[in-house]
């Protein structure tokens, strides 16, 4: 039996607020327990929630970045349920008047190709406390700091149909949130988490099964796992003629093991109502505009203007452009010289080896892009030779220097390109080598020919000390050889 | 002394015949003396009562006192006093200290005015009697003669009695579907119930938040008008509070009344009313008609059903409100609980009171899935009708006037049997909170020796008005000066 | 208007409120008696009328983005049930 699989996001993301998002209270990270907890935050009798206006420009900001409808007249609703981490006994959240409306994220695949994924709808809602289960002797400790940070979350409809389109969307929306500046984007400290809903249903059949859902995934390599293991188990019980039950499911990344969780969402009836205590959220165009002023250029638009201004092909373009960071570094490499596809191959290729190499990202590169320009001018103008050049790169991020031009000087590495020497020095080769000519200039097949080129070569770089420029060595053989 | 208004003994205190010292010690005496007749005080404060009359004292020799500097008065137990036991009437808070004042409370606090204590409550501002108080029912001043104990009414029964039985001038009190301007009617003082929105709700314990309001008891409309001053205005901590410009209230008690337009419900004086009780509004009416006024027959075509509607959004409102009290972080927890579920469900089930819990399962049943639209919904369609008469109303009238409750004070225990006997004490005021709309309780006369109020509702942020015909009233009448037995 | 005694018991576990034995005939007896009378409701005609969540026609104004809270741990937890280095205490919860 074949199977389609399909897969639906639900993802909080914690927005970079100064304070949370129904109380004045910090919203910094790392504080000691309960030490930005305010009487609102902790549900003190009395209290009432005042929204924080940041939180919605950042949720406008977020919905002009998705294509989305704003929603002019958002309403909060409470969610009611018990936990310890949820002081009032319900969370305030949205309903049927979220602040973001039907919106889409383009995303592309490994084999070049993009798919749209659409967002259902994203809401501005509360976080809760944290529980920290050790250490209590048979108790578990509740911390209220994280109660009240403002969330968006974001509702995708079932279009991913792979782990691999899944994690592509998801990593597409950390960039997102993290390069138009309303969330952090770390991860580990939970900024983003992504819930995954999964169902599967015979191949090509209209129906969708029951789902399943996922929580609280926060890397993508756990997301990309946690759904091959439920795929796996989703198609184990199916193909054993049983029935998917739709529940909850923690996945455990470091045991690659899945539970249900513990009845907590069945057993729920959260008797959603308007929260009498806020009224309806009213966004002009004014807002709306003021929200679009402070989107910087977004990674599709940046795309686009890649290929446009630069020629970039679609490839290249898009791995330049995702991150806002990478981008940067790049138009700086491109600044210093004209040619932007050789400044491309460097960034992709040798630079973004080196940073993986080396568990960096490009913030914490010791070369800028500047210096990488200049070094990509000099191998454009003929100044090194590619194997010259991946010198002046090794030098310049160990820092023996700053500048390309004082490494290439300082190693002799400038190449001969005096055509009239280096015909002088071909003459001189080609007169020490009479057989190898002869052969050469009797091989019929021209690619047989080409390869030996390579037996000259040596010899050439050897008189040149290494400083003859290859590819005018080679078009001076080629002529003088003739054949 | 006790006997004086506010008003009057802001004059005593600002001739110098007494000091706030002083009076506070007699209002103390008194309370000590008598309360225990009525249990109108859950805490009282003394110690700090008497210093804040020390600071008064000193801030008057200093020229810097104003109206209420030194005037001592009462909260009802339902408003955060910082460092001061704030109960709300139940077990659940019995032991709750808050560390902060409600807006409430600290407006009081900067105008100068010695808080004597906290009164008592129904449990939660839930009921009509204020016998459903963890700290005991109180007894109504008024029909103590044939050794029968009568209600105060409720829930601000404790505000009521206190200030009836002149243990405290004034006192603050909370209205959800009556509670002040019943309780103020059934122990013959003046209560004001203001638009909602008018006063901050912050540190005002939530019971219904869409219905809530604070709002002002004294026995008379002038001490009204003066504790709206202090109460009214914008709070920034309170999404549902009113940024509008909050005017002297005593300024315009004296405007005349003639030409003033007062519509009288029909819907309101039905067969179901006693002649008794009809007689007494009927001729306070009729006093307002020798002061100027008009009268016309006006409809609420809807107000039979602002009952159903309030006894469902009430105590929808109420299951999520309440759902904080759970043991974790202040109030009553339950000894020894086993698990989480022990913990929450053993705490909500010892901490509160039948009639809470009868009206958190109700507001839980009406949210819950497939009873939704059918309740909740549909309530709140309801009372977008019932809101709609009153704007119609408006458009013909300046005020409207109806008997305050069916019947005077009824006898402890008489309706705690069947908890709709006790709901229908609300016939009258509870369209007023769903609508939204201020209405003030006057004494009006006498049915069986217990006093009755008479009921003036007005438009939308009307107060002024309302404190105006209710002075008015009180200029040519006496009802609101006489003193139990 | 009867309401089951199924329909209380659930209704008590979403409420979290213990409900003994003995007092469920009451209940039933009370809020039957409620129920009958928010019954009354049902008698009305709303068709096209618009819900009234709020008795004022306003819109929510917003709180700039500066913090003005500052640490009042210990004051809130001078109040608290049981607390330990500065954590709130429920009996172990299992996820």
């Not at chain 1, 578990?140 to 700091?145: A, H, R, V």
């Not at chain 1, 009240?148 to 979350?153: D, F, R, S, V």
């Not at chain 2, 009164?119 to 001043?141: L, R």
């Not at chain 2, 549909?378 to 013909?396: G, T």
């Amino acid at each position: 039996m074949q199977w389609d699989i399909v897969i639906g996001l639900e993802i909080h993301v914690q927005l970079a607020t100064k304070t949370k998002i129904f109380s004045g209270s910090s919203t910094a990270f790392g504080a000691e327990p309960n030490t930005q907890a305010s009487a609102v935050d902790l549900a003190m009798p009395g209290t009432l929630p005042v929204p924080n206006e940041q939180a919605f420009r950042y949720a406008v900001m977020f919905g002009l970045a998705v294509n989305a409808e704003i929603g002019r007249r958002s309403v909060f609703d409470r969610k009611n349920y018990f936990y310890p981490d949820l002081p009032k006994g319900y969370q305030t959240t949205q309903l049927d008047h979220p602040i973001v409306g039907p919106g889409f994220v383009d995303i592309d695949l490994e084999d070049g190709s993009s798919k749209r994924v659409r967002i259902h709808h994203a809401h501005l809602e509360e976080d809760a406390g944290k529980s920290l289960h050790e250490d209590f002797d048979g108790m578990t400790g509740i911390d209220l700091n994280r109660a009240g940070t403002p969330l968006i979350e974001i509702v995708t409809e079932p279009d991913m149909n792979s782990a691999e389109e899944a994690v592509a969307f998801a990593k597409k929306l950390h960039s997102l949130v993290s390069s138009i500046g309303i969330c952090d984007g770390d991860m580990s400290q939970g900024s983003l988490r992504f819930d995954v809903n999964i169902s599967l249903k015979p191949k090509g059949s209209d129906e969708l099964g029951t789902r399943t859902e996922t929580k609280n995934l926060n890397s993508f390599r756990f997301m990309e796992q946690a759904i091959a293991h439920e795929v796996e188990r989703q198609m184990d019980i199916l193909e054993d003629g049983g029935r998917i039950i739709q529940e909850t499911r923690l996945y455990n990344g470091d045991r690659d093991e899945s539970r249900s969780m513990r009845s907590k969402e069945e057993a729920n009836d959260y008797r959603y109502f308007p929260c009498p205590d806020l009224l309806p959220v009213v966004i002009d165009d004014a807002f709306i505009e003021s929200a679009r002023d402070l989107l910087p250029e977004l990674p599709d638009e940046r795309k686009a203007r890649f290929k446009e201004q630069y020629g970039l092909n679609d490839y290249d373009a898009r791995l330049l452009s995702d991150d806002a960071r990478i981008a940067a570094f790049f138009e700086e490499a491109v600044g210093q010289g004209k040619d932007a596809k050789l400044a491309a191959n460097w960034v992709l290729g040798e630079f973004s080896a080196r940073l993986n190499a080396e568990d960096k990202t490009v913030v914490q590169a010791p070369i800028t892009g500047s210096q990488l320009g200049q070094l990509v001018a000099r191998i454009a103008d003929n100044t090194v030779s590619s194997s010259g050049a991946k010198k002046v790169f090794e030098a310049l991020w160990n820092g023996d220097a700053d500048n390309a031009d004082a490494i290439i000087e300082a190693q002799g590495l400038k190449q001969v390109s005096d055509t009239g020497a280096l015909e002088q020095m071909v003459d001189e080769v080609l007169a020490g080598m009479p057989d190898q000519v002869a052969q050469y200039q009797e091989e019929a097949d021209p690619k047989k020919q080409k390869k030996m080129l390579g037996g000259f070569m040596g010899p050439l770089m050897k008189a040149s000390k290494g400083q003859g420029n290859p590819k005018l060595f080679n078009e001076i053989l080629v002529r003088k050889l003739g054949g | 002394m006790h006997n004086k208004s506010v008003a009057e003994l802001s004059r005593e205190l600002e001739s110098g015949k007494i000091s706030s010292v002083e009076l506070t010690h007699e209002f103390l005496d008194r309370i000590k003396a008598e309360d225990r007749q009525y249990n109108s005080f859950i805490t009282v404060t003394e110690d700090q009562a008497l210093a804040d009359a020390k600071t008064a004292d000193e801030q008057r020799a200093a020229g810097k006192a104003s109206v209420w500097t030194g005037v001592p008065f009462a909260h009802k137990d339902i408003f955060c006093t910082n460092g001061v036991a704030t109960t709300c009437g139940s077990k659940m808070l019995a032991n709750f200290v808050p560390p902060y004042d409600a807006t409430v409370t600290a407006n009081f606090r900067a105008a100068g005015a010695v808080c004597l204590g906290k009164t008592n409550m129904d449990e939660f501002a839930m009921g009509s009697s204020n016998e459903s108080s963890f700290f005991g029912a109180v007894t109504n001043p008024w029909g103590l003669g044939n050794g029968e104990k009568r209600v105060p009414g409720g829930s601000s029964g404790g505000s009521a009695a206190a200030i009836a039985a002149r243990l405290v001038p004034a006192a603050t009190a909370t209205d959800t579907g009556g509670s002040i301007r019943q309780p103020a009617a059934l122990c013959g003082v003046t209560g004001l119930k203001p638009t909602y929105g008018r006063v901050s709700r912050y540190g005002m314990i939530a019971f219904a938040s869409s219905l809530d309001q604070g709002g002002t008891m004294a026995r008379t409309a002038e001490d009204n008008a003066l504790m709206l001053n202090v109460m009214a205005g914008f709070d920034p901590k309170d999404s549902t509070c009113v940024d509008r410009a909050v005017p002297d209230y005593t300024a315009t008690l004296n405007e005349p009344l003639k030409g003033l337009r007062i519509g009288l419900p029909k819907e309101y004086f039905s067969d179901q009313l006693s002649p008794a009780m009809e007689q007494q509004v009927r001729n306070a009416v009729k006093e307002y008609e020798k002061l100027g006024a008009t009268v016309k027959e006006v409809s609420l075509p809807h107000a039979k059903l602002a009952i159903a509607a309030y006894y469902v959004i009430a105590p929808a409102e109420a299951s999520a409100n309440l759902s904080r009290f759970d043991g974790v972080r202040y109030g009553y927890r339950c000894d020894n609980p086993k698990d989480l579920n022990d913990l929450y469900t053993r705490t909500r089930a010892e901490g509160f009171g039948g009639e809470v819990k009868r009206r958190i399962l109700v507001g839980t049943y009406a949210l819950s899935a497939g009873y939704f639209d059918a309740y909740y919904l549909k309530a709140q369609k309801v009372r977008r009708l019932i809101q709609q008469d009153f704007v119609n109303a408006f458009n013909e009238v300046d005020v409207l006037m109806s008997p305050v409750t069916p019947s005077p004070a009824f006898v402890q225990g008489e309706k705690t049997s069947d908890p709709v006997t006790m709901y229908l004490e609300d016939v009258f005021t509870i369209a007023v909170n769903l609508a939204g709309v201020p209405a003030m309780s006057v004494p009006a006369g006498f049915v069986d020796g217990l006093p009755v109020g008479l009921q003036i509702i007005g438009n939308y942020f009307e107060e002024a008005r309302l404190l105006n015909a209710a002075h008015q009233y009180q200029q040519v009448t006496d009802w609101h000066q006489k003193l139990p037995q | 208007m009867t309401i089951s005694r199924e329909d209380i018991e659930k209704v008590a576990v979403l409420a979290r409120i213990r409900l003994d034995e003995e007092q469920i005939p009451a209940l039933e007896n009370d809020l039957g008696n409620i129920l009958s009378l928010v019954d009354q409701l049902s008698a009305a005609d709303t068709n096209n009328v618009e819900p009234l969540a709020h008795p004022l026609d306003a819109v929510q104004r917003l709180r700039a983005d500066e913090v003005t809270e500052t640490n009042q741990r210990e004051a809130f937890q001078a109040i608290a049930p049981a607390t330990e280095s500065g954590l709130y205490l429920v009996p172990r919860v299992i996820e």
